[in-house]
């Protein structure tokens, strides 16, 4: 299977949303190493489904088509380490439950795979929709896009990923 799924209109357009975690499907080699009983229940359900217009919209729409539990696309590449939070992990250890995923640890081999083989295209395929965008409009606007339970009341939450990522005059409010 492809690890991304890209719908575009005919037009190049400067609004890019990116979903990470819109997919419960996990690899074979997944199934094959983690524990039965495991409950992989953290995606953002629905949301391919929910967002399924924004081709209509003229904006194009990115999303990857694993788990966030194979590997978490929207992490740092620097957390190869497999890390008890899953908040930081890019390949988690443990459910989002606190339990244990994995019978024994992955090796550097499966790990570095799941790196080249989703990944890695996820974001080469961003970059490229990024530039091909900033080509033809000057600038981008890139949305990431995730549904929140607990972690949030509000209805949209803007990230600047500590103010490297969008302007300060872009969240001055429009008089």
């Not at 788990?67 to 890019?90: A, F, G, M, P, Q």
């Not at 080249?116 to 990024?130: D, F, Q, S, V």
Request: aromatic share 10%; hydrophobic share 35%; with cysteine.
């Amino acid at each position: 299977m492809n690890p991304i799924e890209i719908k575009r209109s005919s037009s190049i357009s400067a609004l890019i949303a990116s979903i990470p975690h819109g997919s419960s499907q996990i690899t074979s080699e997944m199934r094959e190493n983690k524990k039965s009983a495991t409950l992989l229940a953290n995606n953002d359900w629905f949301l391919n489904e929910l967002y399924d217009f924004l081709e209509e919209l003229d904006i194009t729409k990115l999303s990857a088509n694993y788990s966030r539990y194979v590997i978490d696309v929207n992490r740092d590449i620097s957390n190869k380490h497999l890390h008890d939070e899953y908040t930081r992990s890019l390949i988690y250890r443990k459910s989002t439950f606190g339990k244990e995923i994995y019978d024994s640890p992955l090796s550097d081999e499966i790990i570095t795979n799941r790196i080249k083989t989703i990944y890695m295209p996820y974001h080469n395929r961003l970059a490229e929709e990024i530039k091909r965008a900033l080509k033809e409009n000057n600038r981008v606007f890139l949305m990431d896009l995730h549904s929140f339970y607990i972690q949030s009341t509000a209805d949209v939450v803007l990230g600047t990923c500590e103010g490297k990522t969008c302007s300060k005059e872009f969240f001055k409010p429009c008089l």
